[in-house]
């Protein structure tokens, strides 16, 4: 072996260190996107919506059926959020197991929407 230069084993574990580090880091964020799930159709002067609206609105714009019922989801909880202008809308699938609502190993995602409603962002779980 040369002087500086590493061993054979120590090189290849180098270089499936590099090649396998991005696909240990976690899912790519994959956005919905067209009319379907991120509508931007309504006018930046229309009137500010309403927390019920914006729940309302954000139920509308998630793949159908995602709220159920189906055999593993009864139903979606939507908890919003109004910050900077925005809502921001995290809505839950659940099971209802002895009488309570359980979230575990299903999916969730965030609807993000501007005062009047107008989608910013819609963004599935991961």
Request: net charge neutral; charged share 20%.
């Amino acid at each position: 072996m040369k002087s500086g230069s590493l061993p054979p084993v120590t090189l290849a574990l180098a270089l499936t260190m590099l090649v396998a580090t991005p696909a240990l880091s976690g899912p790519v964020l994959v956005y919905r996107e067209g009319s379907e799930f991120c509508p931007r159709d309504r006018p930046l002067d229309g009137p500010v919506i309403t927390e019920g609206q914006a729940i309302e609105r954000a139920r509308k714009l998630l793949p159908k059926n995602f709220c159920g019922p189906s055999l593993f989801v009864d139903g979606c909880d939507a908890e919003p959020e109004f910050a900077l202008g925005a809502w921001r809308i995290y809505v839950h699938q659940y099971t209802l197991s002895g009488g309570r609502k359980d979230r575990g190993g299903l999916e969730h995602s965030y609807v993000i929407l501007d005062s009047v409603g107008n989608c910013v962002a819609n963004i599935p779980g991961t």
